[in-house]
T-cell receptor, first 116, second 114 residues
Framework: EAEVAQSPRYKITEKSQAVAFWCDPI?????LYWYRQILGQGPELLVQ????????DSQLPKDRFSAERLKGVDSTLKIQPAELGDSAMYLC??????????????FGPGTRLTVL | AQKVTQAQTEISVVEKEDVTLDCVYE???????LFWYKQPPSGELVFLIR??????QNEISGRYSWNFQKSTSSFNFTITASQVVDSAVYFC???????????FGKGTKLSVIP
């Protein structure tokens, strides 16, 4: 069964350092999402890509966060510099929207970030 | 604005008991989609079910069943004869028509005790 891949699964870093997370969506899925999940909360959308274009990054803290999906396949989310409050689970999801149809989002295993 | 409320923060049941997880939603959209996801301790969100607002038929899949009631804006999830492997955090989520942003509830942590 096709899955969304993410790496690393765990990341520990010190504040002010840079971190990067990688996501490979299900093959053929045009839409890719990055979510942040704080402990005890539901995931919240950070950024959404349709192919290589950003569709929605309104909730991405752009002073320190950046995301790219250069070839419209895999994606990287970067934080620089990391802050203590960035400690969370970062989840990647993908979906294959067809015109006029809202598709189900399938999630990867996530990257658990701890900032010390 | 859309909102999903899962009032039960944590539930503990003894194995083989039935358990119902509640989900109440708010939306102004006339067409929308409801989801349940399971998040085991490993962290991955596992898709369980999707329901369209125009289809109020209840659904059963093995030990899982879902009760969608548009009149009360609820989409409850029942696990029959619970098992230890059902222990996880369960999230209810809402997606408006034409939107790609899932709105999640805060989740219900289910612990099934052997």
């Amino acid at each position: 069964e096709a899955e969304v891949a993410q790496s690393p699964r765990y990341k520990i870093t010190e504040k002010s350092q840079a971190v990067a997370f990688w996501c490979d969506p299900i093959s053929g899925h045009a839409t890719l999402y990055w979510y942040r999940q704080i402990l005890g909360q539901g995931p919240e959308l950070l950024v959404q890509f349709q192919d290589e274009s950003v569709v929605d990054d309104s909730q991405l803290p752009k002073d320190r966060f950046s995301a790219e999906r250069l070839k419209g396949v895999d994606s990287t989310l970067k934080i620089q510099p990391a802050e203590l409050g960035d400690s969370a689970m970062y989840l990647c999801a993908s979906s294959a929207p067809r015109t006029g149809v809202t598709d189900t989002q399938y999630f990867g295993p996530g990257t658990r970030l701890t900032v010390l | 604005a859309q909102k999903v409320t899962q009032a039960q923060t944590e539930i503990s049941v003894v194995e083989k008991e039935d358990v119902t997880l509640d989900c109440v939603y708010e939306t102004r959209d006339t067409t929308y989609y409801l989801f349940w996801y399971k998040q085991p301790p490993s962290g991955e969100l596992v898709f369980l079910i999707r329901r369209n607002s125009f289809d109020e038929q209840n659904e059963i899949s093995g030990r899982y069943s879902w009760n969608f009631q548009k009149s009360t804006s609820s989409f409850n999830f029942t696990i029959t004869a619970s098992q230890v492997v059902d222990s996880a955090v369960y999230f209810c989520a809402l997606l408006g028509a034409g939107s790609y942003q899932l709105t999640f509830g805060k989740g219900t942590k289910l612990s099934v005790i052997p």
